[in-house]
């Protein structure tokens, strides 16, 4: 058995099951508000207590007597959760003390039949301890005392959790938990002992280098951004094949950044499906400035962004901010039109669609645009398979031979002007860097560079390679400073301005 464990944690509005959720990943996912209904999807993070790994699901406040879709949309997906889980910590609420939607949530475990614990949270008083003995009208054996918001109480149901796993997942909670213990931490270790790694090996011969590498992690973190209502939780639920995430046309269903792992032809991708992003005149709640928050979040954490675009409306200004926000973050980029089938002749007018797609946006003209339509999942199989292209390329360390070549093709193609009278000239070029790819080109004077020069690089460079959907920073430093992969021996074209 060798999978992770499921936890999922359920209970009834305002008890506190974002901030326990909050709590056992460590970091700050779930938005947490006194107003029913914040969690509308269910999310997933990884729990990471000391000693343990376990998959972790955070659901909706249940409200068995509220008709509203959007409550009976929360009852749905709970109960996909509770079927997911193999234990369910359903919380209650110490202070206020036992309530009939306590009852109802009791039922609905029992009927499912999974293990289950009670966490009585908000016990950081006596009085509020004192309280605990009615919950044991709910029939349960046990009621757990915490206090999610200070971390009272959490570590012995992690214990009680755990004790209610099969042995094999207990295991595999712990083994995951040792493996990841002895990686290195932090991204500033990580990069320490990559370096430390290529400092081993062997460098190349002058004149030659590294051939092509690609180095995707084996786990892609896919950002499914976009405007409000343009279709993003429909067409993670099309790649899925089930029903996910809550639907709605009313713009602003999806408030948190949904995380859904799917695997693919031995692949794995977790889909974060993210809240509508409107523009900050239009965000004026509370609830809705932290959901713009969790997505600008998600996109930083993302490898790969898919822009979802609404193919009847067009490309709006909006638009065209997010894509901004993808390049800025040196993020690889898939441009999906979704709701192509209501555009009239759509077979015939994808071309002329997609240039002007790209027109409006040049500066992310380097993406792969995809036509789609969640509703007829028609197209979105595609888009797994066009994220994995821009993947490819977005990870991809080109060799330095190579590298020096195609920049000596490009200047014998356009020479560079002269600046102040002098010739500017490049000496050589490497790869220092992937996600995005980042050239760095020794040259003689980098203030003599004009953008536009800057510009046909970078299209030379992507017709000689590709580094499709991913920006390409190139970068000109002055020959002599540390151009960052100083163990490489590069052969230094000679300066035709210098005599001797």
């Given at each position: 058995m060798?999978?992770l464990?499921?936890?999922?944690?359920?209970?009834?509005?305002?008890?506190?099951?974002?901030?326990?959720?909050n709590?056992?990943?460590?970091?700050?996912?779930?938005?947490?508000?006194?107003?029913?209904?914040?969690?509308?999807?269910?999310?997933?993070?990884?729990?990471?207590p000391p000693?343990?790994?376990?998959h972790?699901?955070?659901?909706?406040?249940?409200?068995?007597?509220?008709?509203?879709?959007?409550?009976?949309g929360?009852?749905?997906?709970?109960?996909?959760?509770?079927?997911?889980a193999?234990?369910?910590?359903?919380?209650?609420?110490?202070?206020a003390?036992?309530?009939p939607?306590?009852r109802?949530?009791?039922?609905?475990?029992?009927?499912?039949?999974?293990?289950?614990?009670?966490?009585?949270?908000?016990?950081?008083?006596?009085d509020?301890?004192?309280?605990?003995?009615?919950?044991?009208e709910?029939?349960?054996a046990?009621v757990?005392?915490?206090?999610?918001?200070?971390?009272?109480?959490?570590?012995?149901?992690?214990?009680?959790?755990?004790?209610?796993?099969p042995?094999?997942?207990?295991?595999?909670?712990?083994?995951?938990?040792?493996?990841?213990?002895?990686?290195?931490?932090?991204r500033?270790?990580?990069r320490?002992?990559?370096?430390?790694?290529?400092?081993?090996?062997?460098?190349?011969?002058?004149?030659e280098?590294?051939?092509?590498?690609?180095?995707?992690?084996?786990?892609?973190?896919v950002?499914?951004?976009?405007?409000?209502?343009?279709?993003?939780?429909?067409?993670?639920?099309?790649?899925l094949?089930?029903?996910r995430?809550?639907v709605?046309?009313?713009?602003g269903?999806?408030?948190?950044a949904?995380?859904?792992?799917?695997?693919?032809?031995?692949?794995?991708?977790?889909l974060?499906?993210?809240a509508?992003?409107?523009r900050?005149?239009?965000?004026?709640?509370?609830?809705?400035?932290?959901s713009?928050?969790?997505?600008?979040?998600?996109?930083?954490?993302?490898?790969?962004?898919?822009l979802?675009?609404?193919?009847y409306?067009?490309?709006?200004e909006?638009d065209?901010?997010?894509?901004?926000?993808?390049?800025?973050?040196?993020k690889?980029?898939?441009?999906?039109?979704?709701?192509?089938?209501l555009?009239?002749?759509?077979?015939?007018?994808?071309?002329?669609?997609?240039?002007?797609?790209?027109?409006?946006?040049?500066?992310?003209?380097?993406?792969?645009?995809v036509?789609?339509?969640?509703l007829?999942?028609?197209?979105?199989?595609?888009?797994?398979s066009?994220?994995?292209?821009?993947?490819?390329?977005?990870?991809?360390?080109?060799?330095?031979?190579?590298?020096n070549?195609?920049?000596?093709?490009?200047?014998?193609g356009?020479?560079?002007p002269?600046?102040?009278g002098?010739r500017?000239?490049?000496?050589?070029a490497?790869?220092?860097?992937?996600?995005?790819?980042?050239?760095?080109?020794?040259?003689n004077?980098?203030?003599?560079?004009?953008?536009?020069y800057?510009?046909?690089l970078?299209?030379?460079?992507?017709?000689?390679?590709?580094?499709?959907?991913?920006?390409?920073?190139?970068?000109?430093?002055?020959?002599?400073?540390d151009?960052?992969?100083?163990?490489?021996?590069?052969?230094?074209?000679?300066?035709?301005?210098?005599?001797?």
């Amino acid at each position: 058995m060798s999978r992770l464990p499921v936890v999922a944690i359920v209970g009834r509005p305002n008890v506190g099951k974002s901030t326990l959720f909050n709590r056992l990943a460590r970091r700050r996912i779930a938005i947490v508000d006194d107003e029913p209904g914040v969690t509308r999807d269910r999310l997933y993070a990884m729990a990471r207590p000391p000693g343990y790994r376990f998959h972790l699901i955070d659901t909706g406040g249940l409200d068995p007597d509220n008709a509203h879709e959007f409550f009976v949309g929360i009852r749905e997906q709970a109960t996909v959760a509770i079927e997911e889980a193999d234990v369910v910590i359903h919380v209650v609420d110490s202070r206020a003390g036992l309530h009939p939607d306590d009852r109802f949530v009791a039922e609905l475990l029992r009927k499912h039949g999974k293990p289950a614990v009670t966490a009585a949270n908000k016990s950081d008083a006596k009085d509020h301890v004192d309280l605990l003995p009615e919950f044991y009208e709910l029939g349960v054996a046990d009621v757990m005392p915490v206090s999610a918001a200070h971390g009272l109480g959490v570590s012995d149901l992690v214990d009680k959790v755990l004790s209610l796993l099969p042995t094999e997942l207990r295991a595999e909670a712990e083994q995951r938990a040792a493996d990841e213990d002895a990686q290195p931490r932090g991204r500033a270790a990580r990069r320490a002992a990559a370096e430390a790694a290529e400092a081993e090996a062997p460098p190349p011969e002058e004149g030659e280098g590294r051939g092509d590498e690609v180095h995707a992690p084996p786990e892609l973190r896919v950002a499914i951004v976009g405007r409000p209502n343009a279709g993003k939780s429909s067409l993670v639920n099309a790649i899925l094949g089930e029903p996910r995430l809550m639907v709605s046309e009313i713009a602003g269903t999806t408030r948190d950044a949904v995380d859904t792992l799917v695997e693919r032809d031995g692949k794995r991708y977790v889909l974060i499906d993210t809240a509508g992003l409107r523009r900050k005149r239009s965000v004026a709640r509370k609830v809705e400035k932290f959901s713009v928050v969790a997505a600008l979040h998600a996109l930083e954490d993302a490898h790969v962004v898919c822009l979802v675009l609404d193919g009847y409306e067009g490309v709006t200004e909006q638009d065209e901010k997010i894509a901004e926000m993808a390049f800025n973050a040196g993020k690889a980029l898939v441009i999906v039109v979704n709701k192509w089938d209501l555009v009239e002749d759509a077979v015939r007018r994808r071309e002329e669609y997609a240039k002007r797609v790209l027109d409006e946006m040049g500066f992310v003209a380097y993406a792969p645009v995809v036509f789609a339509s969640a509703l007829h999942k028609q197209g979105t199989q595609k888009v797994l398979s066009t994220v994995d292209t821009v993947a490819q390329h977005h990870f991809r360390r080109v060799g330095t031979a190579r590298i020096n070549k195609a920049f000596e093709r490009a200047e014998e193609g356009h020479h560079l002007p002269s600046f102040k009278g002098r010739r500017v000239s490049l000496y050589y070029a490497t790869q220092v860097a992937i996600a995005p790819p980042t050239i760095v080109v020794a040259c003689n004077m980098p203030e003599g560079i004009h953008p536009s020069y800057r510009r046909y690089l970078q299209n030379a460079m992507r017709e000689q390679f590709g580094f499709v959907g991913t920006p390409l920073k190139i970068i000109f430093r002055r020959r002599g400073k540390d151009i960052g992969r100083s163990g490489h021996t590069h052969r230094k074209r000679r300066d035709p301005t210098q005599h001797g």
